[in-house]
């Protein structure tokens, strides 16, 4: 199983640009990288996906090496707004059909002060 | 465009009562899924299905049954619940087995007494 290590907090403030890394050493050459948000009371929410390289949407970049060992998840100028629980997911349901690497972990507990 | 709704939005049970937790997609997705989230932890996967008239465990299937009967829905049930089913439980459902991008409901909210 791709395993993923994140931090379990930072702490930000307004107008910073914040990156948050995920280390996944197994990935497997199928995988896709996923993160996903999560607000207090509310399901996660997906933010961005990548396979290599970097990927750029009007929320989030993400960065992926090529060695795709770790993956950056990067927010220009948080607000209050972003804080949140952010969740590295790498790969999923295999084509098999087997439960694969849906595993979500604890996330990153993101905290943006003013 | 409702996305995924679950239905009830909170509940509160005794313990060796029996419950059923609907949750029902408009995308025409193929996979759905249940999810656990208890304080503090990440989302543990319960059981998920690759299509109608199919089920898989997850992660954690022990106490909960569920069912596929139309492609839209995903039923979990808890048969005789427990204290330890306390918890906070969210459906999702996606399109892609590769990419796996997973759409979330708002979750059920669950207290065994």
């Known amino acids: 199983l791709a395993k993923t290590t994140q931090p379990i907090s930072m702490d930000s403030y307004e107008g910073q640009e914040v990156n948050i890394t995920c280390s996944h050493n197994?990935?497997?050459?199928?995988?896709?990288i996923t993160w996903y948000q999560q607000f207090p009371s509310q399901g996660p929410r997906f933010i961005i996906q990548?396979?290599?390289t970097k990927v750029t949407n009007e929320v989030a970049s993400l960065f992926i090496p090529a060695d795709r060992k770790s993956s950056t998840l990067s927010l220009p100028r948080v607000s209050l707004s972003d804080t949140a629980v952010y969740y590295c997911?790498?790969?999923?349901?295999?084509?098999?059909?087997?439960?694969?690497?849906?595993?979500f972990g604890k996330g990153t507990k993101l905290s943006v002060k003013p | 465009n409702a996305g995924v709704t679950q239905t009830p939005k909170f509940r509160v049970l005794k313990t060796g009562q029996s419950m059923t937790l609907l949750c029902a997609q408009d995308m025409n997705h193929e996979y759905m899924y249940w999810y656990r989230q208890d304080p503090g932890m990440g989302l543990r996967l319960i059981h998920y299905?690759?299509?109608?008239?199919?089920?898989a465990k997850g992660e954690v299937p022990d106490g909960y049954n569920v069912s596929r009967l139309k492609k839209q829905n995903f039923l979990l049930g808890l048969e005789s619940a427990a204290p330890s089913q306390t918890s906070v439980y969210f459906c999702?459902?996606?399109?892609?087995?590769?990419?796996?991008?997973?759409?979330f409901g708002a979750g059920t909210r669950l207290s065994v007494l």
């Open positions: 197994n990935i497997a050459t199928n995988d896709y």
């Open positions: 999702a459902s996606g399109d892609s087995l590769a990419k796996n991008i997973q759409y």
């Open positions: 990548g396979y290599k």
């Open positions: 997911l790498v790969g999923g349901l295999n084509y098999g059909g087997s439960q694969g690497n849906l595993i």
């Open positions: 299905s690759v299509g109608e008239g199919t089920t």
